[in-house]
Every structure is written in C-alpha cells, then in structure tokens.
C-alpha cells in the first residue's frame, strides 16, 4: 500500500491492537499499537518462518542494507532506488514486483521485507514526530514532564480533532530521519559502517550532507503524513 493509504489504517488501530501488512513466502510484517513514545506509536514486528515475531530496528535494516551493498553493489542500486521510492510515498508491493526475485549474496532478509519495514519504519517517525517548522499550526499548549530526572517542556499538538503529546523534529518530514541513515549507507566507504550503526544507535542524526536523494530521476515525497488527517 501507499503511504497516504496505509496511514488511515495504522492510525485508527485500537491499543495492543495488531494488523498484518505484508506477506511473504517466508515472513510476515506486522503493525501493533503500542502508544510507547506517543499516542497512535506503533511497533513494527517480523516474522521469519516459523520463528516468533520480533522488532526489527532501523540497526538491523542499516546492517543488512550495508551486507547486500557490500556483495553486490550493483545490485544494492536497485534497492536504495526503491528505498526513495518507499520514502516518497509509493507503494512497496508494486516496487517489489518492479526489482523481480532480486537475492544477494550476504542477507538478513529479503529485499522485498527491507521495503516492507522500513515503509512501516518511516511511517512510525512520522506519527512520532511534529516538524519543528509545522509546530505552531498544531501546537495546543506545552506540559512539564520529568525525562531522566529533568524538567522538559513537552508539546501537546491538536492533530485529527485529538489532543496528544508530540516530540519535535528538525526534519520535515521526520522519516528523514531513517532516510538519511540509508543515503549514508549507500554512498560512504564500506568501512564506515561502524559510524554509521554508532550514530544510529545512540539515535543521533546522519549528516546534514545525506538530505540530498540518491538518484535524479525522483519525484517530491508526500510532506509529514499527519498533515492529511481529516478533523
């Protein structure tokens, strides 16, 4: 599904509530409510085979991109094309028609389940997240909240008729966050992976030179989703 499609469904989702999204031969990708960081946050889960679900994180999506580009850089093209192409909005089952039985040597998961992922991935940035430059549009008032024994001033935003506490993020729209972390894997030195996963991992932002898009021929990714929300 696309994005703007998708993102009814994920937000009406009830708490605890799960839905499967995608389906493979051999994994399933699947939305669960959780309202850990925000109100609406949702985990996204994995299921290999037989295996139990479990929480993929942007570190094991980074790692394995980092594997297929390192076996088979161009190959790994491909994939990071239909990466922008998720990041804008489209639909990842059509783009993974689009690549066909694609396989690399060194993998984690397939590349059709690295799109499913990391479209969820994005898309749980964005219901994080309010752009910093959009904040005054949504803004409702600021709470106190206690974060690792500091008092820190926390938005509570207006968003589809519902008052509900926010982050803040510098990027517009917020899954550039993840989008960025996957240029850098794409275009660095196979041997920057360690920085790469490091920066990742302590949740710090790629460098501000990973804005620019891997590819010329893209077109302008849909602004922050919850923009669309009606109400």
């Given at each position: 599904m696309r994005m703007?499609?998708?993102l009814p469904r994920l937000w009406s989702l009830k708490k605890n509530e799960s839905m499967h999204v995608y389906k493979t031969d051999n994994a399933k990708v699947i939305a669960t409510r959780t309202d850990k960081n925000s109100p609406k946050d949702f985990g996204v889960g994995l299921v290999l085979g037989e295996k139990p679900e479990f929480r993929p994180t942007h570190v094991r999506l980074l790692f394995d991109l980092h594997l297929k580009r390192r076996s088979e850089p161009e190959k790994s093209k491909k994939l990071f094309h239909a990466l922008e192409k998720v990041y804008e909005g489209e639909d990842p089952e059509k783009l993974a028609l689009k690549l066909g039985n694609i396989t690399f040597n060194m993998q984690l998961d397939s590349a059709e389940v690295n799109l499913y992922y990391a479209q969820l991935l994005m898309i749980e940035q964005d219901f994080n997240y309010v752009p910093k430059e959009e904040l005054d549009k949504y803004l409702v008032k600021y709470v106190t909240k206690k974060i690792r024994g500091k008092d820190v001033e926390v938005p509570v935003v207006k968003i589809a008729g519902e008052d509900m506490e926010k982050k803040v993020s510098n990027l517009n729209p917020p899954r550039d966050f993840l989008m960025r972390f996957i240029r850098w894997t794409a275009k660095s030195e196979l041997e920057d992976i360690d920085d790469i996963?490091?920066?990742?991992?302590?949740?710090?932002p790629a460098n501000r030179e990973f804005r620019e898009r891997l590819f010329e021929d893209l077109s302008e990714p849909l602004p922050w989703l919850l923009k669309s929300l009606k109400g």
């Open positions: 703007i499609e998708l996963i490091t920066q990742a991992v302590r949740n710090r």
